[in-house]
């Protein structure tokens, strides 16, 4: 099970850091990820970490922006997401993956939190 949190409302210029929490199973060897869905658009990526931590890919959208980053000993994934802009609106969902690599499709992620959301006003 993955559940995440520290979603909330904030301005245009805002930070906000998302986390998630693993449980019934040790997520130390995966690779995890972040997508965001706003209203009536697909799941996007957003970023993926390798099970290390020594790679991380991103969307073009949230370079520079956002930092994703893990705790395996505490089973955990967070993303930082600094200089918030209202387009950034969405419900954030992390999802691990058992595929190596830092995948950036839906396809490539097993597992799926229920989704925390973020908006951000202008």
């Known amino acids: 099970q993955l559940v995440e949190s520290g979603g909330g409302l904030v301005q245009a210029g805002d930070s906000l850091r998302l986390s998630c929490a693993a449980s019934g199973r040790s997520v130390s060897s995966d690779t995890l990820g972040w997508f965001r869905q706003a209203p009536g658009k697909d799941r996007d990526f957003v970023a993926a970490?390798?099970?290390?931590?020594?790679?991380?890919n991103y969307a073009e959208s949230v370079k520079g922006r956002f930092t994703i980053s893990r705790d395996n000993a505490e089973n955990a994934v967070y993303m930082q997401m600094n200089s918030l802009k209202p387009e950034d609106t969405a419900v954030y969902y992390c999802?691990?993956?058992?595929?190596?690599?830092?995948?950036?499709?839906?396809?490539?992620?097993?597992?799926w939190g229920q989704g925390t959301q973020v908006t951000v006003s202008s």
């Open positions: 999802a691990a993956s058992v595929l190596g690599s830092t995948p950036s499709s839906r396809n490539a992620y097993r597992y």
């Open positions: 970490i390798n099970w290390s931590g020594s790679h991380t």
